[in-house]
């Protein structure tokens, strides 16, 4: 028995998830978003540097490219008009060597084929000018970086949504679906009690759990199903205000960004994420990892002393292969894949895809047109 219905059923409640209900609450679509925690962006969404990225490090024509260019855009004009507090720093890239230097022009193409506005490649002298302590040789300059309060930002997502018509549940869990000829029939755990909803679209933006979201939709054919890996991501704080105007990024490497250095909205630094590869959820930060933490910063700000950092938080990235080897790229199956009409379910979004919000959020409603 169907105890509701409505067009679109939207599970996951991170800024992507938001963002997707609020795409389709706007366009007058009845719209259902589920999420099994107590409130928006308890997991990735809230575990991660908060920058607006400016879309330089991935390959021309990928989905990260085309989607973090369009949506950082996207996001400084949304903030702005919501009242969401966003600081554009800008971002040095910074090489502390000559082998260093010579990968810069590398990501310097990159952002460029990319469409990235401003980049400047400058040298020893200009980076001096803009940051004095910085201890570098060559630099990639992206004004266009900056960070946003994540937490505000979400809570503008969601209350543009529940204003445009559009119900959120939270603590509440997706148990299964069943394919209809008209859309699937949905079973959800709502604060204990069972519910089917029938709904013309599904949209799976479960994050770490979508790979199981999608084993439960009867009639998906699970070989087209990613693996799941989780690489978690430490951060530490540190005691001291530092001396940068920019967020401080080393040269790409391990199948990350590395471990960088943001500013809060309070001027205060941040550093990280590291990177390892874990295999069941964990948040704990390692106050001996402040050594290696320590090893990284001081390549580029050499007067920062070990006993400057505290452990601050971690967070977990979702991933489809279990390394740095291959670029991963968002990942979106529809029905030309899975076999299933009328179901999106959304793979490996991990950075970029606060910074992308807005933008795969139009993507998907094309998707779902």
């Known amino acids: 028995m169907v105890d509701a219905k409505t067009d679109r059923l939207i599970i996951g409640a991170g800024a992507i998830g938001l963002a997707i209900a609020r795409q389709f609450a706007l366009a007058g679509d009845q719209v259902v978003l589920i999420e099994c925690n107590a409130g928006f962006g308890m997991e990735t969404s809230s575990r991660n540097s908060e920058v607006i990225h400016a879309g330089i490090y991935y390959p021309a024509a990928s989905h990260k490219a085309r989607l973090c260019v369009k949506g950082a855009h996207k996001m400084y004009e949304y903030c702005a008009s919501r009242g969401v507090k966003t600081s554009q720093h800008g971002k040095l890239i910074v090489a502390t060597n000559q082998e260093q230097e010579a990968r810069l022009d590398a990501l310097m193409t990159a952002g460029m084929a990319n469409d990235v506005p401003d980049l400047e490649l400058i040298g020893k002298s200009r980076l001096h000018q803009l940051e004095p302590d910085l201890q570098a040789v060559a630099a990639i300059h992206s004004p266009f970086t900056g960070v946003v309060d994540s937490h505000n930002y979400m809570a503008a997502l969601e209350a543009d949504a529940e204003n445009h018509g559009a119900i959120i549940a939270y603590q509440s869990r997706f148990i299964r679906a069943e394919k209809q000829p008209d859309g699937y029939h949905v079973v959800i755990d709502s604060q204990g009690e069972e519910m089917t909803f029938a709904c013309q679209t599904l949209i799976n933006a479960a994050g770490h759990g979508a ?3 999608s084993q439960a ?3 998906i054919d699970v070989d087209t199903i990613p693996p799941h890996y989780m690489a978690k991501g430490q951060y530490f704080n540190t005691t001291r205000k530092p001396p940068f105007q920019h967020l401080i990024y080393p040269v790409p490497s391990g199948g990350g960004l590395g ?8 001027g205060g630094a941040r550093f990280g994420p590291d990177i390892t590869w874990v295999d069941s959820p964990s948040y704990d930060v390692n106050p001996a990892d402040a050594e290696k933490f320590h090893q990284s910063i001081s390549t580029y700000w050499p007067a ?9 938080w971690a967070g977990l990235r979702p991933k489809i292969w279990p390394d740095g080897t291959y670029f991963q790229d968002f990942t979106f199956h529809d029905a030309s894949i899975h076999g299933c009409a009328g179901y999106i379910a959304l793979y490996a979004m991990d950075s970029p895809g606060l910074t992308s919000s807005l933008a795969i959020a139009e993507y998907i409603a094309d998707c779902a047109a």
């Open 304 to 312: 920062l002393q070990r006993e400057d950092l505290v452990p601050a």
């Open 211 to 213: 790979h199981l979201v």
């Open 217 to 219: 939709v009867h009639g």
């Open 259 to 266: 471990i960088h250095l943001t500013l809060d909205s309070g």
